[in-house]
């Protein structure tokens, strides 16, 4: 079986992290949880710990821990976490002060991975599902158009998100692909390596806090300044 056209073993599946990748949310996350944190643990944790890279649930067990809360506490905790936390964020993507901005290039990508019958476009990201579709709602991108994901609501632990992707693959092209058709495209070191485990390579881009060199040495199989140059990141992602 095979969808637009084109066999199923020449697609691409190419996986978009969100934050730092497609977009660029000025704290909005932090915002929110470190508002909810303060209102069910009675503390926000430490203010400067890292996000990026990371799952949602992954980010409030680590700023638990710190605090000196034990799993136990904070699993007993966690959906009533992230229900208030998508009801924060929803506000805060929408603060004033605080646009989100989409990444320039984006959008072109975005339109000539689309236009391809050999490219099937999905998002692996640390966003719970709702969030992640908040915010690219918010920079005017239809989370629609993403067919094959992987979300922070599915697992907490990032290297466990790239076998959600590929099953969920499996599902809507009606066969296994092997693990070199997946891309992960991210700005984070955490992008880069968890998608080893099913054989996917892994795009760098530099529009978050680590540089082109930093990607590379965790093991990119390619990596971009930023997105702008589309049919140069086309090239990369076909191989
Ligand atoms: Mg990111």
Known sequence: MSIGGTSNATKTVVLFDIDGTILWSDGAGRRAVHKVLEEVFGTTGPANHRFDGKTDKQIVRELMNIAGHSDEHIDARMEQVMERYLEELREELRHPDHPPQRFGGVLELLDALEARDDVVLGLLTGNLEEGAHEKLRVVGID???????????????????????????????????????????????????????????????????YSTAELASHGAYAVFENLHDTDAVVRAIIG
């Open 143 to 209: 989370p629609t158009r993403f067919r094959v994901n992987a979300y922070g609501s599915d697992a907490e632990h990032r290297p466990d998100l790239p076998p959600v992707a590929r099953q969920r693959a499996c599902e809507l092209l009606g066969e296994s692909l092997p693990g070199e058709r997946f891309v992960v495209i991210g700005d984070t070191p955490n992008d880069m390596t968890c998608g080893r485990g099913i054989g996917a390579r892994a795009i760098g881009v530099a529009t978050g806090r």
